[in-house]
C-alpha cells in the first residue's frame, strides 16, 4: 500500500470489492511471490511477517488425518505444509494468478495439494465439511462483508472444528504504511473503519483493504458462532531484520503488526 493522491478511504461494495482484489492478486501475483516467496517458502506455514511458524505455535492443534480448508491460499504453501503432516487439505483462492503460482510451487516440490478458485463468501463446500479452517493474511483483510465470512468459516466446519486466521494488528491502522519512522506517528482513526482504497484515474477501485476493529473482529466471530480460544499478537523476534511492506524491525519492537485469531466452533 502506499499514499499517494490515488489513496482514499471510503465505503466499497463487495462487487467493486471483489472486482478490484481478483484484479489486483492477478496483476501483482509475480511481484508478490518474487518478493516474498523465498520467506514464504515451498513447503512452510508462515503465519505472519514476523515469522511465526505453525510448526512451532500449533495453532491448528493436532492436524494429521484432519480436513482442513485454506481461505486464500495464495500460492498455498501452508497447506503443502499440512500435507507433509499428514493432513489432507485443499486451497482456495479467489486468484487465478495466486493459484498459478500455487501450481508452479507444487510441481517444484514435488508436494501436489487440491488448488480450487473461489470466493471465501461462497465457499464451494457443503455443510460441516471440515476439521480445520486457517489463512495467513488471505481473503479476512480483503472482503467487505468478514462477518459473512465468518458465518462461511463456520457453516463449513464440523462441531469442535476450528478457524484460525492471521490479520494485520488493527492497531496498525492509525499508522502510515512507513516502516520507518514516519510510520510511528499516529495519523488515522483507529474508530474509522472506511477500507483502504487505491484507485485508477476515473475513481474505480483497483486495491481494497479493510480494517476492522479489535472488539468487531470479535464480535463478528461470536456472532458466526465461535468460541474464541487465542489472540495471539506474534513478538518481532530478535535477529529478525526482514522488512515486508510497512513491517519492520523499528516498528516490530514497539507494537504488534499481526493479530492472530484462533476460535473454535462449540461442539454439539
Ligand atoms: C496476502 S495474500 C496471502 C496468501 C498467502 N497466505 C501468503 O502468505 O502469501 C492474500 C490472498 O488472499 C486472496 N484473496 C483476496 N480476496 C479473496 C477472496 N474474496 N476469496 C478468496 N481469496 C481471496 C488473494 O488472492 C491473495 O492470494
Known amino acids: 500500500m502506499n499514499d499517494d493522491h490515488r489513496v482514499t478511504r471510503r465505503q466499497v461494495g463487495d ?18 511471490q518474487a518478493e516474498h516467496g523465498s520467506f514464504l517458502g515451498d513447503v512452510d506455514f508462515v503465519w505472519c511477517p514476523e515469522g511465526l511458524r505453525e510448526a512451532d505455535a500449533r495453532l491448528l492443534g493436532d492436524v494429521a488425518g484432519r480436513r482442513v480448508l485454506e481461505i486464500g491460499c ?7 505444509w499440512l500435507a507433509t503432516e499428514g493432513a489432507r487439505p485443499v486451497a ?15 510441481a517444484r516440490s514435488g508436494v501436489r495439494v487440491p488448488l480450487t478458485q473461489a470466493d471465501a463468501l461462497a465457499l464451494p463446500f457443503g455443510d460441516e465439511v471440515f476439521d480445520i479452517a486457517c489463512t495467513a493474511f488471505g481473503a479476512v483483510p ?7 465470512l465468518m458465518r462461511e468459516a463456520h457453516r463449513v466446519l464440523r462441531p469442535g472444528g476450528r478457524w484460525v486466521f ?8 492509525i499508522f502510515l504504511d512507513d516502516p520507518g519512522e514516519g510510520g510511528l506517528v499516529a495519523v488515522h482513526s483507529y474508530f474509522d473503519t472506511a477500507p483502504y482504497v487505491e484507485q ?3 475513481g474505480v477501485a483497483t486495491y481494497v483493504e479493510q480494517h476492522r476493529t479489535l472488539g468487531d473482529r470479535v464480535r463478528e466471530l461470536v456472532s458466526a458462532g465461535f468460541r474464541l480460544m487465542d489472540l495471539v ?20 519492537r514497539l507494537f504488534p503488526g499481526t493479530a492472530i485469531f484462533v476460535a473454535e466452533k462449540p461442539a454439539g
Not at 462487487?15 to 508478490?32: F, I, L, P
Not at 482456495?92 to 507444487?106: E, P, V
Not at 480483503?142 to 459473512?148: G, N, Q
Request: hydrophobic residues 40%.
Open 166 to 173: 492471521s490479520v494485520t494488528h488493527p492497531m496498525r491502522w
Open 200 to 202: 485508477d484515474e476515473h
Open 74 to 80: 495464495g500460492a498455498a504453501s501452508c497447506s503443502r
Open 92 to 106: 482456495l483462492d479467489l486468484s487465478a494468478g495466486m493459484l498459478r503460482h500455487a501450481a508452479q510451487a507444487s
Open 233 to 252: 499478537e506474534p513478538e518481532w523476534p530478535e535477529g529478525h531484520e526482514g522488512i515486508w511492506g510497512q513491517w519492520s524491525p523499528l516498528r516490530g
Open 142 to 148: 480483503f472482503v467487505e462483508d468478514s462477518a459473512a
Open 15 to 32: 462487487a467493486e470489492a471483489r472486482h478490484a482484489n481478483r484484479r489486483w492478486w492477478d496483476a501483482d501475483a509475480d511481484a508478490y
